[in-house]
């Protein structure tokens, strides 16, 4: 059996718990996102974008939807997912490479270089960079969005903190919970920068103008089922909360602190996304 990619798994299922009507809700949202990130950059009429992280398209397919002569190039380490892509958008060009070496993308090609949500899980993020403006040509631009999840993993000590002084089996799950999604060498990449880290990778790489915005949305979640919640994965390395190890105990004082929010659609989270861009000097 082929193993399985938890990129594909992710985009596909695990990003909206399994659940088809979060589908629309949660594929709104993000070409939300890939729309605010192409703003930031001019995609000049016969010009060349690349979409390094591509996933299933998204960001490619965007800007082929504001500027149909691009010629773009879909670049992922997920087979499955360039797959995908390349049945959306059969006049691309599609290369299965990582961010950290994009052969096949020519020195000084690209007009735009896009990414998102795709630096966050690149270990070697300064050699994404490097990658990123060697295939820009002079004056062309580069354009991010990446999640920024360091609070969530800073938080995870001070929960530990709150459950090993008040012992109840809420803070127990609570941490627990938040510690298997968002803590340990594995999250590295991902739970290790925030939005200045980009400034400084971008400068350091050889970017001259460089513009970072965060944004940080306080939102309630969309009503779900109490099924669909314990099944999405905030990320695609993060356990889903019906795979994370809690007693019975503690399993049922989250249930009862949640479900009647998840339900009603009360349940509060928290978004920060880094938007950078800049531009190759000419
Ligand atoms: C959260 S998805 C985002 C996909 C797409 N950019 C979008 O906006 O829908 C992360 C993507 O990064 C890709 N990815 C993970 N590690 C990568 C790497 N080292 N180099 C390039 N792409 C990578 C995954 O295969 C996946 O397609």
């Known amino acids: 059996m ?3 990619d938890i990129w594909f798994e992710w ?13 629309a809700r949660v594929e709104a949202e993000t070409a939300r996102l890939a729309g605010r990130l192409l703003d930031h950059v001019p995609l000049p009429a016969g010009g060349a974008l690349v979409d390094v992280g591509c996933g299933a398209g998204l960001v490619g397919l965007t800007a082929l939807a504001l500027q149909p002569d691009l010629k773009v190039t879909f670049c992922d380490v997920s087979g499955p997912l360039l797959a995908q892509a390349r049945a959306r ?5 599609f290369l299965e490479v990582p961010a950290t070496a994009l052969a096949g993308v020519a020195d000084a090609s690209q007009d ?3 990414a998102r949500a795709v630096l966050a899980y690149v270990a070697d993020k300064g050699r994404a960079f490097d990658e990123m403006l060697r295939v820009l040509r002079p004056g062309g631009w580069m354009t991010l969005a990446e999640p920024v999840w360091r609070d969530e993993a800073l938080a995870v000590p001070a929960m530990a903190a709150v459950a090993i002084s008040r012992g109840d089996a809420l803070a127990r799950a609570r941490h627990k919970w938040k510690q298997a999604q968002f803590s340990g060498e594995a999250m590295a990449a991902l739970t290790g920068y925030s ?29 779900m089922s109490w099924a669909a919640f314990c099944a999405l994965m905030p990320h695609p390395l993060a356990p889903s909360l019906k795979e994370i190890a809690l007693s019975a105990e503690e399993r049922a004082a989250l249930e009862a602190a949640l479900r009647p929010h998840v339900e009603a659609g009360t349940n509060w989270r928290t978004r920060r996304v880094a938007y950078v861009w800049a531009q190759k000097p000419a």
């Open 2 to 4: 082929a193993p399985r």
């Open 11 to 23: 985009l596909n299922h695990g990003r909206f718990g399994r659940d088809e009507r979060l589908r």
């Open 89 to 93: 958008a059969p006049g691309g060009r």
């Open 112 to 114: 735009v270089a896009a």
């Open 195 to 223: 939005e200045r880290d980009l400034l400084m990778l971008a400068r350091a790489a050889g970017f001259g103008e460089v513009h970072v915005r965060l944004e940080i949305d306080v939102e309630a979640s969309p009503a």
